[in-house]
Nanobody, 125 residues
């Protein structure tokens, strides 16, 4: 059974940084494409960043390019999201997602993703 547990969310001021972690169990990170999504009340969940199962592709939404970085540690079965130069627009619940052997360009639409419970990031101006 796949289980994803996010942590690292916090309240920070604009310009601050955070490091989110997603510990994955019940899967192998070298078999699963992993993504970070975020959601604010009243809006759809949006993809923030993705790392392909083989590590050969990383993507980031335009709104976070150059500020957020996704990485993974297979030995620790953990996926990270480094958030830098945060703005109030980055506020939301951040979710980790996993999908078996797919490309990043189909992750958002893929219906069989596994999800974590989310971690709250709040950025104040």
């Amino acid at each position: 059974q796949v289980r994803l547990v996010e942590s690292g969310g916090a309240s920070v001021q604009s310009g601050g940084s955070l490091k989110l972690s997603c510990i994955a169990s019940g899967l192998r990170l070298d078999d699963y494409t992993m993504g970070w999504f975020r959601q604010v009340p009243g809006k759809e969940r949006e993809e923030v960043s993705c790392i392909k199962w083989n590590g050969e592709e990383r993507t980031a939404a335009d709104a976070v390019k150059g500020r957020f970085n996704i990485s993974k540690d297979i030995g620790k079965s953990t996926v990270y999201l480094d958030l830098n130069d945060l703005t109030p627009e980055d506020t939301g619940v951040y979710y980790c997602a996993a999908a078996y052997l797919i490309n990043c360009n189909v992750l958002a639409a893929y219906p069989h993703k596994e999800w974590g419970q989310g971690t709250q990031v709040t950025v104040s101006s």
